[in-house]
Structures are given as structure tokens and as C-alpha cells.
């Protein structure tokens, strides 16, 4: 992780916005999809897919060494989202109930 300057501390969250912003912004999968591959190297998207692939395993109380059997995604990475579905910023449960949301909107 590369070290940032205090004089530009507040240059992060303004930095983060932006790239909140512009994933609001996108309107298809395939446009969320080309921005990630845009934006991310393999590696972290990879890391990324880990992580959401073990939310509704978690959410379902599957235990950690059945999931990492089932997807090969380490224990300590498990144990990660786990902390972050009860203590992060909410963020999988607002993904969570958009993805819920748009399945039960009647089809136009």
C-alpha cells in the first residue's frame, strides 16, 4: 500500500467520493463490468470477486472451512468479510438489497 502525504489527507475521501460517484453512475452490468476491468488490476479483482462470493455463503451461516472447500478462498479472508458484514460501513447489505430490489421490480 503505497503512503500518502498529510498535507493530502483530505484529498482520500474526496478521491473516494469520485469513485463512488462513478460506480453510481454506471447503468448496466456490462458498464460496472468494463469500469472494474478499467480500474482494477487481475489480482484485485479477483480479490473482490472473493469477497462477494463469500457474503450470501456467510449470510446463509455456512461454516468458514466449508467455504473455503466450497470456493478456495482462504479462512482468514472469510474471517475478513465476516468482520465487516457486522462491524463495516453496510455496504454488502446495500448491495445485498439493491440486487434484491431490482429482482422483484416487475419487468418493463
Not at 478499467?38 to 456467510?58: G, K, N, Q
Not at 474471517?79 to 421490480?105: D, F, I, N, P, W
Amino acid at each position: 500500500m503505497k503512503r500518502r502525504l498529510s498535507s493530502n489527507a483530505e484529498a482520500l475521501p474526496q478521491a473516494q467520493q469520485g469513485l463512488a460517484r462513478a460506480l453510481a453512475a454506471l447503468k448496466t452490468q456490462a458498464d460496472a463490468q468494463a469500469f472494474l476491468q478499467d480500474l482494477c488490476t487481475p489480482a484485485e479483482l479477483e480479490a473482490m470477486s472473493d469477497r462477494w462470493r463469500v457474503v450470501p455463503l456467510l449470510l446463509k451461516g455456512v461454516p468458514y472451512r466449508e467455504i473455503h472447500d466450497l470456493t478456495q478462498v482462504s479462512v482468514t479472508t472469510i474471517g475478513r468479510v465476516a468482520r465487516t458484514l457486522e462491524q463495516g460501513a453496510g455496504g454488502y447489505a446495500a448491495a445485498l438489497r439493491g440486487l434484491s430490489s431490482r429482482k422483484s421490480a416487475p419487468a418493463h
